[in-house]
């Protein structure tokens, strides 16, 4: 298996442009998760999913973002509009098992910069 | 409230130094994992181990061992004999209902 895939890995976009990541979990896992990550603020959860369902978007920081999952093989997390304090590193994960107690794999990242 | 702290921001050894990386973490559940990852100056976020609320035992993978202490809340991670390969960020993560990472330690080892 190729791994969690996140496209694009770099995307420098100007402030209030739409902003939308890509990720493919790895197959045949159920639960799929978007982080990002700062040098201020660590590794945040973001959203994260079973069976395509959200289950938890209470990391998401306010309704400029939104994410969705239309089926068990792809991810957008969309940014509209977006700002220069949205410029961070965004993973998506993926695991096996709601509760995970296996290990999440994670993708290369998107680096996002807003200008 | 943070769930996960990893108190050393950065640790520098030099090359054959064993490192013991601290991680403390707040639940109130029962049932829960923990985890540590690393992320290499590459920037991927890799696992490294995983060990479950009701199994204490401590282990030692090649170069690698854990510290589990449920009564502390502890679950400290050490490089034995590190090598420049392992100069890398090293994260630890709780997973009761959902994955929190502590902020990390940037581990510098120097040949």
């Known amino acids: 298996d190729a791994g969690v895939i996140q496209s694009p890995r770099h995307e420098v976009t100007e402030m209030g442009q739409e902003v939308t990541l890509r990720c493919k979990p790895i197959?045949?896992?159920?639960?799929l998760f978007w982080y990002r990550q700062t040098m201020m603020r660590g590794l945040e959860l973001l959203i994260y999913?079973?069976?395509?369902?959200?289950?938890?978007d209470s990391g998401m920081p306010e309704d400029r973002f939104s994410a969705k999952m239309p089926n068990a093989s792809f991810s957008t997390l969309k940014i509209q509009p977006s700002e220069p304090r949205d410029s961070a590193v965004y993973f998506c994960?993926?695991?096996?098992?709601?509760?995970?107690?296996?290990?999440?794999?994670f993708g290369q990242g998107t680096r996002l910069t807003v200008v | 409230a943070q769930k996960v702290t990893q108190a050393q921001t950065e640790i520098s050894v030099v090359e054959k130094e064993d490192v013991t990386l601290d991680c403390v973490y707040e639940?109130?559940?029962?049932?829960?994992?923990l985890f540590w990852y690393k992320q290499p100056p590459s920037g991927e976020l890799v696992f490294l181990i995983r060990?479950?609320?009701?199994?204490?035992q401590n282990e030692i993978s090649g170069r690698y061992s854990w510290n589990f202490q449920k009564s502390t809340s502890s679950f400290n991670f050490t490089i034995t004999a590190s090598q420049v390969v392992d100069s890398a960020v090293y994260f630890c993560?709780?997973?009761?209902?959902?994955?929190?990472f502590g902020a990390g330690t940037t581990v510098t080892v120097r040949a």
């Open positions: 994960a993926s695991s096996s098992d709601r509760k995970m107690n296996t290990e999440a794999f």
């Open positions: 197959s045949g896992h159920n639960s």
């Open positions: 999913f079973n069976n395509n369902v959200p289950i938890d």
């Open positions: 639940t109130r559940d029962t049932t829960y994992y």
């Open positions: 060990r479950n609320s009701f199994d204490e």
């Open positions: 993560a709780l997973n009761d209902y959902k994955l929190s």
